[in-house]
């Protein structure tokens, strides 16, 4: 059989073909209807390791997977009982607990005990040649888990620590794992989720999408959404272009494009004030930021207002302490600082630099970063002070925090992420993170004492005063010129109800639901 | 057979070619490796975040090969790679030979049919406008041309995604499509093919039309039509041959742009291909992966430029001659 293609064949196959690729049903919406829901990750997965996550994209699958002995209440700081049926702190050194009966492991690893337990904990702990898991901080109060029967056991702490809790009972170190399954899967452990929780990780494509789907097994309540797909996609843009088209239910966007998305039929979005701690900083170690009236100098002549106005589109509330409002020693009478340009040169007058010096600003190569650093530079022109922008790529930024590169800074813009026990912030500026992450060296030997003691106090009360004090001495030094704790924009589907817990990159699937 | 295709000559040829290959891919990866050096930050403490511990630290540096010196690095990467083996991430602990094979397909689906498209509108473009220069309509074509060379991929590419996928929703937005459904793929790969071939229309157009027009003033034409032969034809068979030589030889270098171009490309549409593969590698320094994606890349260059040699000498007979001649120890 002979075939002759003419160039009339040739329009009418591929018009053919077009409306064939065409009318496909690529269904935008067809993902709800059917109890399924697609969400962008801004990376993909990494590890599923517990103990050596890569952070929030694959805490939050773990977390899905997995089960704690507690767990945070959907969206709020608050914990309850998770895989134990009862937990209580019997002294401020020992937690004793009780799992709930018929718990399995799935991937056929059996029920999930004590041993587990123990095993799950214990590794936390640094091994025999000193080697140490990467969240093994998390677990530093560890002493040991003793197992009082199949079901029961004994938390032994070597201190008081109330922020186990909330680091690491309710968090991602503290999700239990088969001691079956770690022996068994070897390396292949950290891409091989293993739980007893909600779902149960059916695929994960690496950087196309994992999928989760409901564990038929999971005695507690069943999630919203029989199946959750979890797409990496690393550009802003292409998520917002994806969700307005249909392809996606539920991501993260930028805050600047948040009216736009709004304006879409049947997209919703919210935006979450987040825990973080952005704020710009001197090396106290280098002159003249030794000198504390150059440091209030600069404080008076950085306008926090136009930074947030210009770098974050308005997006953000602004910053004055440490701790984010929400968090347990959240200062709220904290100082509120207005500009004042010619308070501003009048103290470095006083300082012997009224005709002002040259400094260097370094930040990450983030538009936001950079916008900032641009404000701050304008800002600190009006007093003299002629500032030069270091923008680094993350690789060599991060650096900084290595063979004490920190003592060659001058100005820095940092940003860290945070957690929900004020010790966890508190921790990065104590006198021995110098040369390591307290990068502006500022040493405080009342501040030290106070982050050690905030540690162990078990009273909330005495602990809430603990960490305000903190701050009153990071605001006496006028080192810190706190800009944001930041805030994340989300957008969805609008017959979708998120559960995002109060730092805003913590995603708890379960709690997914439909509006 | 005589001159560049006889036995001896084209052995010689393909050697001499194959020894610059060799170098080309050695010299890409020993550069990669030096640049680790050079570049500030320890990749391990970068790949792990602040708070891996200096024990895990090491145990990556020594994953990654970070602790052997420079050459032993090169040596011991070429060794494992001419075994199949590139590697293994450091991240996942999966293999990046499995992770650049699973890949790969999609990038070169992609640079083929973005080259295709670019030859097949590129080439008839540059031909409207060569047979009429001067006209309002080589006017309005050299104004489109060097639009779309001017247009970044980028760009191009998120507007088409804003018109095909947001408002008509003709199109989906990520990704390459189901594997094994080849409608679907196809459907996947039409938006991106467009984005990246944009500008090499308007390159090829610009150099078909150049090219053309110089053609069509060697006597050899003016003798074709002297003879009567159809303008048609002057143009389609004695002509666009030999103009298109140029054209030719730039789709060699043309493929590290397309590959450079797809970066941009796969990244916006989320195509898990080698373009958003290296990229995502770089942002985190996962130096195994980016290695291994460099080696595939540059053998893709380095192949590809090969083939245009080729390609040259059979479509233009004085290259040939001239090759043919050099190895045969003749002057050119």
Request: charge should be negative.
């Amino acid at each position: 059989m002979s075939y002759e293609l003419t160039r009339r064949g040739f329009l009418a196959g591929a018009a053919a073909a077009g409306v064939t690729v065409l009318g496909q049903p690529w269904a935008n919406v067809a993902y709800a209807a059917d109890g399924k829901i697609v969400v962008r990750t801004d990376e993909d997965l990494q590890n599923l390791d517990p103990a050596n996550r890569a952070g929030p994209i694959d805490v939050n699958v773990i977390l899905a997977v997995g089960q704690g002995l507690v767990k945070f209440k959907p969206g709020t700081t608050e914990w309850e009982n998770d895989a134990a049926a009862e937990i209580k702190q019997v002294s401020d050194t020992l937690i004793e607990f009780r799992l709930k009966e018929g718990l399995k492991f799935t991937g056929g690893y059996g029920d999930l005990t004590a041993e587990d337990v123990k095993f799950s904990f214990e590794r936390f702990k640094p091994a025999a040649d000193g080697t140490k898991v990467t969240y093994a901080d998390d677990w530093a109060a560890l002493d040991s888990v003793e197992v009082t029967g199949p079901l029961t056991g004994k938390i032994h702490l070597k201190a008081p620590s109330p922020a186990v809790w909330l680091i690491a009972l309710a968090d991602g170190s503290g999700v239990i794992i088969s001691k079956k399954a770690f022996e068994a899967l070897g390396d292949k452990f950290k891409t091989t989720a293993i739980g007893s929780g909600p779902y149960i990780l059916k695929e994960w494509v690496p950087r196309d999408h994992f999928t989760l789907v409901a564990n038929p097994d999971y005695i507690g309540e069943k999630p919203a959404f029989s199946e959750i797909v979890g797409k990496p996609i690393t550009d802003d843009k292409t998520a917002q272009l994806a969700l307005q088209a249909g392809e996606i239910d539920f991501s993260r966007i930028d805050p600047a494009v948040a009216k736009d998305v709004e304006a879409t039929k049947g997209l919703k979005v919210e935006k979450l004030s987040a825990i973080d701690y952005v704020w710009i900083g001197p090396n106290i170690e280098k002159k003249p930021f030794d000198d504390v009236r150059v440091r209030q100098a600069i404080r008076k002549a950085i306008d926090v207002p136009a930074i947030i106005a210009a770098a974050y589109n308005g997006a953000v509330d602004q910053a004055f302490a440490l701790e984010a409002p929400g968090l347990l020693g959240h200062w709220k009478d904290a100082p509120r600082y207005e500009r004042d340009v010619d308070g501003a040169k009048a103290l470095l007058e006083e300082a012997g630099l009224g005709g002002g010096f040259t400094t260097k600003l370094t930040v990450l190569n983030k538009a936001v970063a950079q916008a900032t650093a641009a404000v701050v530079q304008a800002n600190l022109a009006e007093i003299g002070i002629e500032v030069e922008i270091e923008a680094l790529d993350p690789g060599a930024y991060w650096a900084y925090g290595e063979n004490d590169a920190s003592k060659n800074l001058e100005l820095v813009l940092v940003e860290y992420r945070g957690k929900f026990d004020p010790g966890f912030q508190t921790q990065w500026f104590t006198s021995d993170q110098i040369g390591t992450w307290n990068w502006q060296r500022w040493s405080n030997k009342d501040f030290d004492a106070l982050h050690k003691q905030g540690l162990v106090e078990p009273d909330p009360k005495k602990r809430e005063q603990i960490y305000v004090d903190a701050q009153k001495l990071m605001d006496e030094s006028a080192a810190f010129w706190w800009i944001t704790h930041n805030a994340y924009t989300f957008a969805f589907k609008d017959w979708l109800v998120p559960g995002i817990l109060p730092n805003g990159n913590q995603w708890q699937y379960a709690s997914f639901k439909k509006a | 057979m005589n001159g560049f295709w006889s036995k001896g000559s084209l052995a010689r040829y393909g050697a001499s070619r194959l020894a610059t290959a060799v170098l080309v891919l050695v010299g890409s990866i020993a550069l990669l490796c030096s640049l680790t050096l050079i570049v500030p930050g320890d990749p391990a403490r970068i790949l792990l975040g602040a708070r891996a511990t200096p024990e895990l630290v090491e145990t990556f540096r020594q994953q990654m090969g970070l602790n052997l010196p420079l050459y032993e690095r090169v040596f011991v990467f070429f060794k494992h790679a001419l075994q199949g083996d590139l590697g293994t991430d450091v991240i996942s602990g999966r293999s990046v030979t499995d992770m650049v094979l699973a890949a790969l397909p999609n990038t070169i689906l992609l640079a083929v049919s973005a080259i295709g498209l670019a030859v097949l509108l590129g080439i008839p473009i540059g031909c409207y406008a060569a047979v009429r220069p001067g006209s309002l309509l080589d006017q309005v074509l050299a104004v489109f041309s060097v639009s779309l060379v001017a247009t970044p991929s980028y760009v191009v590419a998120i507007l088409l995604l804003y018109f095909f996928s947001v408002r008509l929703g003709w199109f989906p937005v990520l990704g390459a499509g189901e594997p094994g459904h080849v409608l679907d793929q196809l459907h996947h790969l039409i938006l991106p093919t467009i984005a990246l071939a944009v500008g090499w229309i308007g390159y090829i157009a610009r150099l078909v039309r150049s090219s053309l027009l110089e053609v069509l003033s060697e006597p050899y034409i003016r003798t074709a039509r002297a003879y009567g032969q159809p303008e048609r034809r002057v143009v389609m068979k004695y002509a666009l041959k030999l103009a298109c030589i140029p054209t030719v030889a730039i789709l060699g270098v043309g493929i590290g742009e397309l590959m450079g171009g797809a970066v941009f490309v796969e990244v916006i549409f989320n195509r898990p291909g080698l373009g958003s593969l290296v990229f995502d590698a770089i942002r985190v320094r996962n130096y195994p992966v980016v290695q291994g994606c460099i080696l595939i890349i540059v053998a893709i260059f380095v192949l590809a430029n090969l083939l245009v040699d080729f390609a040259y000498a059979w479509l233009d007979p004085r290259v040939r001659e001239a090759l043919g001649r050099t190895r045969s120890g003749g002057g050119v």
